[in-house]
């Protein structure tokens, strides 16, 4: 294990204790949560909402099944208890993009209770393992949006994801550190991911996360916490992490205290700043909404959720390592769902586990990264893939000619097999032709021959480059290894 995370401050380390509240989109329904309108993102204004949504009079909401099994699925996912009897509650607060005056939430008796989430804080270290505690999710309607830059004076108000609906699932403080919150986000995403219940996406506000710090002595007394709202990047939540702890330090160091308060992240700067201050439960009268009946699942309904369920990353990565797969490639490849399906695809087209693994995570990674691509864009297919890796393992062609004919393959879009054929690109075991080639090379370099003789074994590399050169890449490099070990003997 890495040593602690510790902040430095005048009167020695102080240990930080973080804590998310990440808000995820149940983007698998296509409908809000109380209304059938519609969610789709980057609709025109006003364009998704009903007259539930606008909180009409004589207006009541209906519960909408998709979304409480998605959610339920999503406890399923991390482990965490089902409660069959739930209810929702009215948060209630005045805000312009809260038609209602009110948000239904649940506070007393969500969904889903405890659960906990495995991370690595560092992928490549299996002792970083550590479990982070999940408190509950609990299924509320999101509120409208306000925009402060389409007039000079005025805010206007887009209610088109009012009502959509939310997950809000709540960590324990059981992080310590700013890559411990990164890695507990990234896993947390992933899983949504894989489950289909939130695509995700951070940059169109899908998932956002409130980030709660405070700073104590090791081993200390919980401190004073403050939250940082809707924070839409791991990134920007690992800068939350370290800013806010480095402030709250010297804060406190210079005779300060911190107040508990929400604050918002200013990512040009990398700083935050206040917002308000923290308001508790009874300052938003919860209450029981009158006008929903509390929620009650039954065996048949909790058994078709869990048998909705995929391979989740942990069994997919497991199962990879017992393939022979390297812990660390089996930690990059089932990081996002998209390319773990890419990897299975590539398995049921014949491919041989561990050859190409390496080869996804060194090759067609480094490919698309320089395209600018995704792996959902890849130019190649897992079947062309899986053709191309067969013609290495049986010797065909070498692995730097596989690296060529990749090349073509991604510009082109042929078929390995096509590439080679057309382009006369087999390997040759012809020792007669490997022979001539060793021995016009020797005569040409005299001088270095008799240098290997005299010892410098490092030419014999210089020796293979050139023969590999002299015949294209298409030389068997075993047959030039061993033709010429016998020549130069």
Request: proline share 4%; charged share 25%.
């Amino acid at each position: 294990m890495n040593a602690p995370y510790r902040v430095k401050g005048e009167t020695g380390e102080w240990e930080v204790v973080v804590g998310l509240e990440v808000h995820a989109q149940i983007t698998a329904s296509k409908a809000k949560l109380f209304s059938g309108a519609a969610t789709a993102f980057g609709a025109e204004p006003n364009t998704q909402v009903s007259l539930v949504d606008a909180a009409m009079p004589g207006m009541l909401p209906v519960p909408n099944r998709e979304c409480i099994r998605q959610a339920v699925r999503t406890g399923m996912a991390l482990d965490a208890k089902i409660n069959r009897w739930s209810r929702f509650d009215r948060k209630n607060y005045f805000y312009a993009d809260l038609p209602q005056g009110y948000q239904i939430s649940q506070l007393y008796h969500p969904l889903v209770g405890e659960g906990e989430l495995e991370v690595l804080v560092d992928e490549k270290d299996e002792n970083s393992a550590k479990r982070i505690g999940i408190e509950r999710i609990h299924v509320e309607q999101d509120a409208g949006k306000l925009m402060h830059d389409q007039h000079a004076t005025m805010s206007y108000v887009d209610l088109n994801r009012c009502g959509v609906a939310l997950m809000e699932i709540v960590s324990r403080p059981d992080m310590r550190s700013p890559a411990e919150a990164g890695a507990y986000l990234r896993k947390l995403r992933s899983i949504l991911r894989y489950v289909g219940s939130c695509d995700g996406n951070m940059e169109e506000g899908s998932m956002r996360a409130d980030v709660n710090v405070s700073v104590r002595k090791p081993g200390g007394e919980f401190g004073t916490r403050t939250e940082t709202k809707n924070v839409n990047s791991v990134r920007f939540v690992m800068a939350v992490v370290e800013h806010e702890a480095m402030r709250q330090v010297e804060l406190i160091e210079g005779g300060g205290s911190v107040a508990q308060e929400t604050r918002l992240f200013d990512p040009d700067k990398g700083v935050t700043r206040s917002l308000r201050s923290k308001e508790d439960a009874h300052d938003y009268r919860y209450f029981p909404d009158p006008d929903l009946l509390p929620l009650e699942l039954d065996e048949s309904f909790i058994e078709e959720c869990r048998g909705t369920l995929p391979e989740l990353p942990d069994a997919k990565r497991k199962r990879y390592e017992g393939l022979g797969i390297t812990a660390y490639n089996s930690s990059v490849l089932t990081a996002e769902v998209e390319t773990a399906r890419w990897f299975d695809l590539l398995l049921e087209s014949g491919a041989e586990p561990k050859q190409a693994s390496n080869w996804v995570v060194a090759e067609l990674f480094g490919a698309l990264n320089r395209r600018a691509q995704s792996v959902e864009q890849s130019p190649v297919s897992p079947a062309q893939a899986a053709e191309l890796l067969k013609l290495v393992a049986d010797g065909t062609i070498s692995g730097t000619i596989a690296k060529q004919v990749f090349e073509i393959m991604l510009e082109t879009g042929q078929g390995a097999s096509a590439i080679v054929e057309e382009r006369g690109l087999k390997q040759t075991s012809d020792a007669g032709a490997i022979d001539a080639a060793i021995d016009k090379i020797l005569a040409d370099n005299a001088d270095k021959v008799a240098d290997y003789k005299a010892g410098k074994q490092q030419l014999f590399g210089f020796f293979v480059g050139q023969t590999m050169k002299a015949m294209a890449g298409t030389a068997n490099p075993q047959v030039v290894n061993d033709r010429l070990r016998t020549k130069l003997s």
